[in-house]
């Protein structure tokens, strides 16, 4: 549901369009949403960023953690969600 808070782990799915605020190298794997090969760090500079998708603190439903582990509080889920 929006607004709780999601814990992630090396190799697990992202389950919701989410905010990380807490992370540990983790990096994120977007494949399913973009066709990109390339993992993303999740970086918590908090810079302004131009739309959702150039944030470099969030992570999407249907992508994956690949490495490192992070917590956030989530703010889409199902159709609401990039990938729904």
């Known amino acids: ?11 697990g799915p992202v389950p919701c369009d989410m905010v990380i605020f807490k992370s540990s190298k983790m990096k994120v794997n977007n494949a399913s949403l973009n066709g990109e090969q390339e993992d993303i760090e999740i ?32 703010f889409r889920t199902g159709d609401a969600t990039v990938f729904g």
């Open 43 to 74: 970086d918590l500079a908090l810079e302004p960023a131009v739309n959702i998708f150039e944030a470099k603190n969030v992570a999407f439903f249907g992508s994956r953690c690949v490495t490192g582990n992070g917590v956030g509080i989530c």
């Open 1 to 11: 549901m929006p607004g709780d808070v999601v814990a992630i782990e090396a190799g």
